[in-house]
Each structure stands twice: as C-alpha cells, then as structure tokens.
Nanobody, 125 residues
Framework: QVQLVESGGGSVQAEGSLRLSCAAS????????MAWFRQAPGKEREGVAV????????VYANSVKGRFTISQDNAKNTLYLQMDSLKPEDTAMYYC??????????????????WGQGTQVTVSS
C-alpha cells in the first residue's frame, strides 16, 4: 500500500524560504513520477513541479520557475520541494502526489494515483 506523508509547511514572511518533504512508502521504481501540487482556498488544485526518471527530469510551473526546486533522495524514498523567495500568492495547501497513470498533461491532478494529506504554507507580506 502506497503512503505519502508531507511535512515542513508553516508560516513565513515574503522572500523567506521553506523546505517541504514527502516521505513515500510502498512506491518504488526508477521511472516513477512524483509531483507537488497546491491548492489555495476557492481555487483549483494546480501543479507546481514534477520529477521522474530517478530525478533526471524535472518540470516546473511558470509561476514558481527559478524560485522552487524539486528533488528526491532515492535512498530515503523522500521527495522534497525547496521554496525560496516566497510570495503571498504561494499561500496554499501543498500536496505530494505519486504514480502518473495517464498520458495527460504533467500537471493534470487526475493523472496521479496517490496523494498525501497536505501541508499548509502561509506567506505573509
């Protein structure tokens, strides 16, 4: 059974940094896809970053490109999201997702099979 557990969220002032972690159990494989999504109140869930092929490939949403970095530690089976230069508009619940199951867009949440419970990130101006 796959289990994803996020941690590392919190409150920070604008231009600050946070590092999110997602501990994955029961999900292995060199070609696996993992991703970070976020959802702000009243808005749809949106993709933030995707990683696959053991970390060889990464893609970022335009809104976070150059500020966020997705990475993974295969030995620890843990996914990370380093978030720098945070903005108030980054405020959202952040979710870890795994196992892309369809050929839709990389940031299509319907294409990911497993989800964590989320961790809240709040950025104040």
């Amino acid at each position: 059974q796959v289990q994803l557990v996020e941690s590392g969220g919190g409150s920070v002032q604008a231009e600050g940094s946070l590092r999110l972690s997602c501990a994955a159990s029961g999900y292995t494989g060199s070609s696996r896809y993992m991703a970070w999504f976020r959802q702000a109140p009243g808005k749809e869930r949106e993709g933030v970053a995707v990683i696959w092929a053991g970390g060889a490939n990464t893609v970022y949403a335009n809104s976070v490109k150059g500020r966020f970095t997705i990475s993974q530690d295969n030995a620890k089976n843990t996914l990370y999201l380093q978030m720098d230069s945070l903005k108030p508009e980054d405020t959202a619940m952040y979710y870890c997702a795994a196992d892309r199951k369809c050929g839709g867009g990389l940031f299509d949440p319907l294409c990911f099979r497993y989800w964590g419970q989320g961790t809240q990130v709040t950025v104040s101006s």
